[in-house]
């Protein structure tokens, strides 16, 4: 049996020489998109929801906005409406619904 497929793989001169980390704790409000700067385009986004024990990824050659989720469960799926968005700016921006209102939430970059 043939498999055929194509891979489309980045190797940045020198490996990640970017990374960072942040905390989001947010309010009883509604929740809205928010951005949030790294200081460098990302190759890797991941968001954590803590209190809740959902993540949201996001790689390099994924379209925007989308993000891979894993639920406390294990179960994976795609987001393709409401997930990250990264911009050329250094920034990248997180969808309204996966910033949940009063939840406890870490975020990574690597670049």
């Known amino acids: 049996m043939t498999t055929n497929f194509t891979t ?3 190797q940045p001169v020198g490996g990640v ?3 960072t980390t942040g905390v989001a ?3 009883t409000g509604g929740a809205t998109a928010t951005s949030f700067t ?3 385009v990302p190759r890797v986004v991941r968001w954590q929801n803590v209190t809740d024990r959902i993540m949201h990824e996001w790689y390099y050659g ?3 906005p989308s993000a891979t989720k894993t639920i406390a469960n294990g179960t994976h799926s795609l987001e393709t409406t409401d997930g990250i968005t990264v911009g050329t700016d250094g920034t ?3 969808a309204a619904a996966i910033i949940i209102a009063s939840k406890s939430h870490v975020w990574e970059a690597f670049g």
């Open 25 to 27: 704790v947010t309010s």
């Open 38 to 40: 790294c200081g460098f």
């Open 17 to 19: 020489r970017n990374h």
């Open 92 to 94: 990248f921006t997180v």
């Open 8 to 10: 489309n793989t980045s």
């Open 62 to 64: 994924m379209a925007s």
